[in-house]
C-alpha cells in the first residue's frame, strides 16, 4: 500500500512539472516545414504546402530541401 503512495507523489510531481512546459504552437507549423505565409494563392518561385492559422497560403520555395537547422 506505501508503494502506492509514492507511486502517486511521483506521478503528481512529473504532471505538475509537464503543466508549466512550453509545446510548440500549431500556427509555427509553415515556418517549421520552411515556408512563409502569404495571401491569396502562392506565386512564382513558390508553391503551396499548406494553410497558415490565420487563413493564408503556405508556401515554399521550389526546390528547396529540409535540412535540419
Do not use: E
Not at 15 to 42: E, K
Not at 44 to 49: A, E, G, T
Amino acid at each position: 500500500m506505501r508503494i502506492l503512495h509514492v507511486l502517486l507523489t511521483v506521478l503528481f510531481l512529473m504532471l505538475q512539472g509537464a503543466a508549466g512546459q512550453v509545446f510548440p504552437r500549431p500556427d509555427n507549423s509553415c515556418l517549421i516545414q520552411n515556408g512563409r505565409c502569404f495571401p491569396g494563392i502562392c506565386r512564382r518561385p513558390y508553391y503551396w504546402i499548406g494553410t497558415c492559422s490565420n487563413g493564408y497560403s503556405c508556401c515554399r520555395i521550389r526546390g528547396w530541401k529540409n535540412c535540419p537547422p
